[in-house]
């Protein structure tokens, strides 16, 4: 998590989730935002026909006929292994845990707060600063020397408070997702304070807060998240590791046995062929690759029980990576895909130097990288500090879609090191109309319709009829980049939409997108910009003369200026939405919205082009899938 060390914060839980960036207390929906519907029954029959029978086993047990009541397990001798927390485990932000932890008073319960009048971004601060709360990062932290025994004295305290706030088993500190992240927290700051804490008269408390460890370690096997699967379960897995390799107690290598054949079988179904995550969202990814590296550097110090676990570890490492490297932005960041953010990991630098990934020599300056089995692309410019991922794949798993948008054929763009065509973000997972907006068609880089969904999403995080995607092509063709994908989105409505993205030689982008079909529709297209990107009318919006591309907007992007051109008749707006890069948080940005009607087939293309580029001619052959520019052919399919 991102956090700022800040003196005038006099308060444990404001420290835990702060923002950087402030935001609107109030937004408005953009007038393009799609309404929600209410879901109907074959909507519901769409969503649930994708699970497992195992997941809805699952959700039976777990959420109809499981009691939420502790249960009564008998107590039992616990210990820590003596070894110490392998000193590449790394702490979390030492100088704003010691603050935390000495301001203490942490509060675990929401609802123990009134909310009732506040702003929804204040709603949303408050609402992640308990879920921080009960995640214990800020335990994370060396507390060994011997001028922080009154800060080991209270980290103590709060988990012991943690403990007597959360007492019945229904509170939101039960949760499975927290208690996979605070017992991992509490292993490694008993790891690395334990011996201390014993040594300045602190060692029955120290006991207390391993036999409560040990009742959240018995309920989280117990409940294991088999019915969600993807992120939480790998999260499960990691937690019963860490606590099979560092408690000495009875169930503990029940518990590391159990942790690793999990791990293995869930790096064997998550881990793509080529190194992505299966829910295709690269904040998740950047997230499971950290904890992969968690458990490489504990397995170095502790033996794994299952064969080939900890080679498996090393080897998707690697992999995921290797791919992790292939989709940042040249600023070193992720891209906002499907429910990604900033600061939820550590920053993705860290975590690649951390995961052993190194800059791969290149013999070539421009380059262009097809991940097939995620859906992925990326070309990327050293020479200008240029690059586009290109979002072409599924949604993510059929039996777990949550994560997912709607958003094949959407892209972000950086140019000369500056983020210029960005993805929406995402500011709250709570269920509202902001929430549907920001997971809809028209909040990424994409086409849309007849105002129709590309997927059909609903509540927060569910997807009932998905677009099937076709396969991805990407290349060079006389200096030119290429990647090319399509979808079946549409398909109920008799439309299919394939989009192919250029990069020419003198660092131009052209975006090209094909509907077949037949019959009248109306089509939209979405261009979301960064909100430091400033856009300036260039001309009348005109209709484009035949064969020749019109520049309507100027940019500014470092020092450099590029014209926005398009070929294709329709109205083209220029409004306002809003860029969330971290939850809480939504900055006013500016979209283009091209609307066009008529009968299909129909091709639209706009793109950005260096100012002082000669004028560019385009050609579609009506009896060829090829797009000519300059008299370069580039294939549509």
């Known amino acids: 998590m991102k956090t700022v060390l800040n003196e005038s914060i006099d308060t444990s839980n404001d420290y835990l989730f702060a923002p950087v960036d402030n935001g609107a207390d109030s937004t408005r929906l953009p007038l393009f935002a799609p309404s929600i519907t209410k879901a109907s029954i074959a909507c519901y029959w769409r969503t649930l026909k994708h699970l497992r029978a195992s997941q809805l086993y699952y959700l039976l047990k777990h959420r109809v006929l499981s009691s939420k009541e502790l249960r009564h397990w008998p107590n039992a001798s616990i210990n820590l292994h003596a070894h110490p927390i392998p000193p590449t485990i790394r702490e979390w932000c030492p100088a704003v845990a010691r603050r935390i932890i000495d301001l203490g008073g942490v509060e675990f319960d929401p609802e123990t707060v009134n909310e009732k009048g506040t702003s929804w971004r204040a709603k949303e601060i408050r609402r992640r600063q308990f879920f921080h709360a009960n995640y214990c990062d800020f335990l994370n932290v060396e507390l060994t020397a011997p001028c922080d025994s009154d800060l080991l004295h209270k980290a103590v305290d709060i988990a012991l408070s943690w403990r007597d706030q959360n007492r019945l088993g ?63 379960l790998f999260k499960n897995a990691k937690a019963l590791i860490f606590a099979g390799a560092l408690l000495e107690a009875p169930e503990s290598r029940r518990w590391q046995i159990l942790g690793e054949r999990l791990l293995m079988e869930q790096m064997a179904e998550q881990i793509l062929p080529d190194g992505g995550h299966v829910e295709r969202s690269p904040m998740y990814h950047a997230w499971l690759l950290d904890d992969l590296v968690d458990v490489r550097n504990l397995l170095e110090h502790r033996p794994s029980m299952v064969s080939g676990c900890r080679e498996e570890v090393l080897r998707n490492i690697s992999r995921m990576a290797y791919y992790l490297n292939e989709v940042v932005h040249p600023d070193g960041e992720i891209p906002l895909f499907n429910d990604s953010q900033f600061g939820v990991t550590r920053p993705t630098s860290e975590i690649l130097l951390d995961a052993g990934e190194t800059e791969v020599n290149i013999s070539s300056d421009v380059t262009v990288n097809g991940m097939c089995d995620s859906g992925y692309a990326a070309i990327r410019d050293r020479t200008s500090n240029s690059c586009l991922i290109f979002d072409c794949g599924d949604l993510g798993p059929d039996y777990q879609p949550g994560h ?12 000369h090191g500056q983020r210029v065509i960005v993805d929406t973000g995402v ?34 995080f569910r997807v009932g009829r998905r677009p099937v995607v076709g396969p991805m092509h990407c290349g060079e063709v006389e200096g030119c980049q290429f990647v090319r994908g399509t979808h079946k989105g549409y398909e109920r409505l008799g439309v299919m939409h394939s989009r192919t993205i250029i990069r020419r030689a003198d660092n131009s982008w052209f975006f090209v997108d094909t509907l077949r079909g037949k019959g009248g529709h109306t089509i939209e297209s979405f261009i979301h910009f960064h909100p430091m990107v400033r856009l300036i ?38 409004g306002e939405a809003w860029y969330s890069p971290g939850f809480a948080v939504r900055l006013t940005q500016p979209v283009l919205h091209w609307t066009w009607e008529g009968m299909l087939p129909k091709t639209l293309v706009y793109a950005l082009v260096p100012e002082g580029s000669k004028p560019i001619s385009i050609n579609c052959p009506a009896d060829r899938p090829i797009i000519e520019i300059d008299h370069i052919s580039i294939p549509l399919q």
Not at 404 to 415: K, Q, T
Not at 430 to 440: G, N, Q, V
Request: aromatic share 8%.
């Open 427 to 460: 500011s709250s997972y709570e269920i509202s109309p902001e929430r549907h907006y920001e997971r809809s068609t028209a909040a990424h880089n994409t086409v849309r319709v007849d105002a129709m969904e590309q997927a059909e999403i609903w509540a927060g």
């Open 404 to 415: 997912g948008h709607a958003d094949v054929l959407s892209y972000e763009l950086s140019l």
């Open 170 to 232: 229904s509170e939101l500190g039960w949760g499975r997702f927290f208690l996979s992240l605070r017992i991992v927290n509490w292993l490694k700051f008993l790891a690395r304070n334990a011996i201390r804490a014993d040594e300045i008269g602190y060692g029955a408390q120290v006991d207390q807060m391993m036999g409560s460890l040990r009742i959240q370690i018995l309920l989280l096997e117990s409940r294991l998240e088999r019915e969600l699967l993807a992120n939480h």
């Open 537 to 574: 009318p260039y001309s009348a919006g005109q209709s484009s003369p035949l064969q020749t591309m019109v520049p309507l907007w100027a940019l500014e992007v470092n020092g450099a200026r590029y014209l926005l051109l398009v070929s294709g008749n329709g109205t083209i707006t220029c």
